[in-house]
């Protein structure tokens, strides 16, 4: 079907900042470009050395960068992910300078993230709302959308909603509070944070989310949600850039880890412990992404000299790392809220998976095991060793590949979900 509707985006996280929710709404953008929207989207402005995907982002789709406000534009401008090393590095200056200067900008940070409401990214909301203004006075919009993670994206399309009486879509790639601590707020700002929700909520003609998890959670903590309006659209990936994508082997059975890790809803310290233990000289593991404090956790177990950490990869390295690993890994949450967007690329690259079992009510191991893509394990040290070492044995007899349905799934690809986005947006 072929629309003539114009679309405004509030979306922090898009190219060349790269994020789940980021490469959600780039390709998601990206396919409805096709079926005939025009969309403007308001993201953040980044330096010139920030380009992953800039040279993919389509023809029609008109980017608007804004200043992301005093502290990022000092982040951004002075610090960058090595996209080699994986660790943050200064453009200037003494590594002593460096470190000392990171110490101050963690305290910062951490200071004015729990004074600002929702968070440190909303020094980006007036600088948004402005150009938003500017572009609804330029234009006119049939619908309104707004990407979360950062919250402050739903902020500044409720305030242009309620300026214009636009039709409004708020995303969710993430609930606005966890139902573990992920982050360090107050009791005191959760409440703040709910009751803001809850008015947003309100003034929202549906939302969409990315898990059946979030739809559970939002009806429940807001009973005056309507479930006909709460539409689950999940992470995906996109087979035409796999195919565009050289795979990286190795002469080793090879585990990829591509991800972020978090001790309080993604804890990898099982399968560390595991790795300990086997001896093979032909297993070799690769870590790529951001893995906060476990990187320190690494080097004092000693266990660097089996892992080789990559850092925060392009987004088309990252795609053929998972393409040419032996098996890749992956660690369920430990709520039944989300499931990590990573799983769905695993799918598109075809590769066995072993699933590290997050809790009771991990939605990732469900979907390994309903599609045969791979093993599912608690996450406890022995079952994981067990794990490994079955799949490392398949791997030796040429068994590997044979024993799952590593095809495509189509439901998951992102032509596929911009057909369901397309189809909520026509239903407004």
Request: glycine content about 6%.
């Amino acid at each position: 079907m072929i629309s003539s509707k114009r679309i405004l985006i509030f979306a922090y996280a898009f190219p060349p900042l790269i994020s789940p929710q980021s490469l959600r709404w780039f390709y998601l953008c990206r396919e409805l470009i096709k079926r005939g929207y025009e969309i403007d989207v308001i993201t953040v402005q980044m330096p010139e050395n920030f380009q992953d995907l800039v040279d993919k982002i389509p023809k029609g789709l008109n980017v608007h960068c804004v200043f992301p406000g005093p502290f990022y534009y000092l982040t951004f401008k002075y610090s960058r992910e090595s996209f080699n090393e994986g660790e943050s590095k200064p453009s200037t200056g003494s590594p002593v300078l460096w470190r000392i200067l990171s110490k101050v900008h963690f305290n910062v940070y951490k200071a004015l993230n729990a004074l600002l409401i929702p968070d440190i990214y909303s020094e980006w909301l007036l600088f948004a709302i402005k150009r938003g203004l500017k572009l609804i006075r330029m234009n006119r919009y049939d619908i309104i959308i707004s990407s979360s993670e950062p919250r402050v994206c739903h902020l500044a399309a409720y305030f242009l909603k309620k300026k214009s009486g636009i039709p409004w879509i708020a995303d969710y790639g993430d609930p606005w509070i966890y139902p573990v601590p992920t982050l360090r707020e107050s009791k005191l700002k959760r409440r703040i944070l709910r009751k803001i929700e809850a008015k947003i909520l309100k003034r929202t003609d549906t939302i969409t989310v990315a898990a059946e998890g979030i739809k559970r959670l939002y009806l429940d903590r807001y009973p005056f949600l309507q479930p006909d309006k709460v539409h689950v659209i999940t992470q995906g990936f996109d087979p035409d850039m796999f195919s565009q994508v050289e795979e990286e082997t190795s002469s080793k059975f090879r585990i990829v880890y591509c991800g972020s890790l978090y001790k309080n809803l993604r804890d990898p310290m099982a399968f560390f412990e595991a790795i300990t233990e086997i001896d093979e000289k032909d297993i070799e593991i690769i870590i790529a992404g951001r893995i906060n404090e476990f990187a320190g956790v690494i080097k004092k177990e000693g266990i660097d000299r089996k892992i080789k950490y990559r850092g925060f990869l392009r987004h088309k390295e990252s795609l053929a790392l998972q393409k040419g690993a032996s098996v890749l890994l992956h660690i369920g949450n430990v709520t039944d809220v989300q499931v990590p967007g990573k799983i769905y690329e695993y799918v598109g690259a075809r590769r066995p998976v072993l699933c590290i079992k997050g809790g009771g009510g991990d939605l990732s191991s469900e979907l390994i095991i309903r599609s045969n893509k791979g093993i599912v394990v608690n996450n406890y040290k022995n079952e994981i060793k067990e794990g490994i070492i079955k799949l490392y044995s398949f791997w030796q007899k040429g068994l590997l590949d044979k024993s799952f349905n590593l095809n495509d799934i189509e439901e998951f690809t992102w032509q596929r979900h911009a057909e369901d986005m397309s189809r909520i947006i026509e239903e407004i």
